[in-house]
């Protein structure tokens, strides 16, 4: 009966002792920078969801790594709502070799070939680019349970807030150091936009042999160089009319001016074609008429900052042009 209170009381104080945020991601990015070959095996799950639209993908990730270079694998499973003008996440992967970096989706054609830059993200479980602005802004957030390799596996939980990757939410198992669930967060000022990717790790291996022919690319018959994204980037664009509905701005942006630009000062707003994606966010875009200058720069900041309802024909959300007039706003620079 002592026995049981006692390790009671630890499991209740261990529930309850303070953890060190920084210190356990510190260790968790250490285990995943550690040299060696790797092998990480799971599930995700991305969801997008607006006043205007909300869709959900699920499928399978797996992660080859030795060294520099990497593998990634992704099996889409399920996407909703099911529609040909929601583009899916394509199945298919990524290899970087190197200085080199191939992308393939299926069907095979086409591959996209390109050379390795800095904002060429690394896979899941080894994507800490932006680390020290992370570490910095880590806060413990409790503790969660995770099915890990069969067994039930209690995480600690660490949130960090940054300008650029919005949310991050790390599950750490204190005891192997590692990273078994991470999820990303964002969100836009308009249409209640909010997204998030979820990745929970079901096998990780380390150390392991790895065939250096994982690494390597070899185009499948038939394969052409192009963008792999190309069919869900470069659709048709609608005029509205007919069945084509127009979109309609539900958040706008004012172009700004300030004080030592006043003699520029302009009189009239400047009229912009904006190209609107079936998401609601503004694409390919000029001035059609304007002050002119920097101010013309100013108008087309603006827009790119605004949300609209999105075009829709037959029901359907579609890719489809407007115009649009953007106003002016003196604004005083901060003291």
């Not at 092998?39 to 607006?50: D, K, L, M, P």
Request: charged residues 25%.
């Amino acid at each position: 009966m002592k026995l049981a209170s006692v390790a009671l009381l630890a499991a209740l104080a261990f529930a309850q002792s303070p953890v060190d945020a920084r210190r356990v991601l510190q260790e968790a990015f250490d285990a995943a920078s550690a040299p060696g070959t790797w092998f990480v095996e799971g599930r995700y799950i991305t969801e997008a969801v607006s006043d205007v639209y909300t869709t959900r993908r699920t499928g399978a990730f797996r992660v080859w790594k030795s060294g520099q270079d990497w593998r990634t694998e992704n099996d889409r499973e399920a996407v909703y709502p099911s529609s040909s003008y929601w583009p899916p996440h394509p199945s298919g992967f990524w290899i970087k070799n190197g200085p080199h970096a191939w992308r393939a989706s299926e069907p095979w054609a086409p591959y996209e070939f390109r050379q390795v830059r800095e904002d060429l993200r690394a896979p899941a479980y080894f994507r800490w680019e932006d680390f020290p602005t992370t570490l910095q802004n880590a806060v413990f957030a409790g503790r969660e349970r995770i099915e890990f390799e069969g067994r039930d596996v209690e995480c600690v939980v660490i949130q960090s807030k940054s300008p650029h990757d919005g949310l991050r939410t790390f599950y750490v198992d204190p005891s192997s150091k590692m990273m078994l669930r991470e999820r990303y967060e964002r969100t836009q000022p308009c249409n209640s936009y909010r997204a998030s990717l979820t990745a929970t790790c079901t096998r990780i291996e380390r150390d392991l042999p790895i065939d250096p022919a994982l690494f390597t690319f070899t185009p499948p018959p038939g394969a052409v160089q192009g963008d792999p994204l190309a069919p869900f980037i470069n659709r048709r664009v609608y005029r509205a009319g007919g069945d084509v509905s127009a979109p309609i701005p539900i958040y706008r942006v004012d172009a700004t001016y300030t004080p030592d630009s006043i003699d520029a000062m302009p009189r009239t707003p400047a009229t912009v074609h904006v190209e609107v994606s079936p998401f609601g966010r503004p694409g390919r875009m000029w001035v059609l008429s304007g002050p002119g200058g920097d101010l013309n720069e100013k108008a087309l900041g603006a827009v790119r900052g605004w949300c609209f309802l999105p075009g829709r024909k037959g029901g359907d959300p579609v890719v489809v042009s407007t115009t649009v007039d953007v106003d002016f706003r003196l604004s005083y620079p901060a003291r």
